[in-house]
């Protein structure tokens, strides 16, 4: 029939896309970074140097007042007027040999470059590590870069009592038409999206379907369901360990802007100031800004996985089974067996880094090889296909490699019991096994001595 005629040649695509992203399945930390918690503080390291930042160009987009949408969920009535903009980050070499460099302003650019709009996560901009990462390893590689920066970040003035959310999508939905319509030749433009930042991408691409601008997308610690990651906030103790780090995140935002929040209705702000949970402080003031009776309709509303099954674009989802924030044990594999447009990769370490740290230094980032490996991999595919991606199921070994039936281009993809979804751990991991235990007792024994060493000095 024509739809298993289609779907075979999603496979060869499917393929190729494997052959095009080696790296997706091979991550390996450093051997002393112990913990998934360890890893999440270690990737906050994974930046470049200052001599090295990438080049940023700002620009300034005011957001016009706005009716919601008929199907919007997790959208006020009025959407008032706001601040958000653009940190541009310019490929500095061509993406192609056939490219030619052409004047934009003040920098050197390249025609039909592709775009990746990179969304911060929970309080993140566009000088979040994980972002200057990603933007530079682009850059380089002659990808253009939109650093979005939301309503009250990256120094946007917030011009009304109104920010940003997990299931809000309407700024973003509005700066991907602008990004498209200022470079309407790219070769693709393709979202990635880190922690929250992830949810509302991935929910934005559901909402809008085989309408969707965007080539493709990429989500980094994505909640999915944002009721159980507050579950898991509440009941388990790594998450009443990362608890009060987010809330003192976020209510130094809510201090920053007292000023213009206190116009808010039926918003009491002494009492968001006395939230010690993101769950009371959500519910104090995140779910009455999107017009939400309690925060647990908000959780339910604002969670991607809701709209998993609408996506129409390549969308890889990327999570680790030790992240302090999002747990891999809380990610349902079946999520992901509801479209074959969905990748799913589990690694076994990473934490909630954003970068999946690497090297001896833990200074290079594993997340930004996959990305430029992905962005690659789906532009090649169109090229060769002609029709967008439609389906990628990749049964993996035990030794965390793709089976040989899948490396080869003519081959039809094995599906192994139905799963589209990749969980891998690394040989040479297992191998550093002994070395990473031994460095984790060395670190605790130099903790205690230190801790030791101190209080006697005091005394």
Partial sequence: ??????????????????KS?????????????????IQSIAGERVRPDKHEEPLMERETIVLKEMKKPEKAVCCPDIVPEGVVSIDWVHPVAPYTSEQTSIEDGSDSVYEGAPVVICVPGLTGDSNAP?????????SQRGVRVACFNPRGRGGNELKSPFLYSAGYTEDLRRIVQHVCDRYP??????????SLGSNYLAKFVGEEGDACLLSAAVMAGCPLDCLSMSN???????GQLMDPVLVSNVQKIRLEYTHVLKDLDKVDLEHVASAKTMAEFDHRIIAPMFGFSCVSDYYRYSSAGNLLSEIRRPALFLHSENDPIVPGKYIRMDNFDVNPHLIHCMTKEGGHSMSWPMG????????????????NAVIETEKVHHTPMKQLRVPVNNKGNIPSAIASHNSQIPVANGQNSVTFSSDELNKQKGLRLYAGAATAAAVILLALFRRKWRL
Avoid at 1 to 13: C, E, I, K, P, T
Avoid at 26 to 34: C, E, K, Q, S
């Fill in 1 to 18: 029939s024509n739809h298993d005629y289609h779907h075979f040649g999603v496979y060869q695509r499917v393929s190729q896309i494997i």
């Fill in 21 to 37: 992203c080696p790296n997706l399945c091979h991550y390996t930390p450093p051997f002393y970074l112990v913990s998934g918690l």
């Fill in 130 to 138: 994980y972002i200057m990462t990603l933007a530079l390893h682009l």
């Fill in 185 to 194: 030749n790219a070769t693709a433009t393709i979202g990635v999206g880190f």
């Fill in 232 to 238: 898991h906030f509440h009941h388990s103790t790594m």
């Fill in 360 to 375: 001896i230094h833990a200074k290079d980032s594993w997340m930004s090889v996959v990305v430029s490996e992905f962005v």
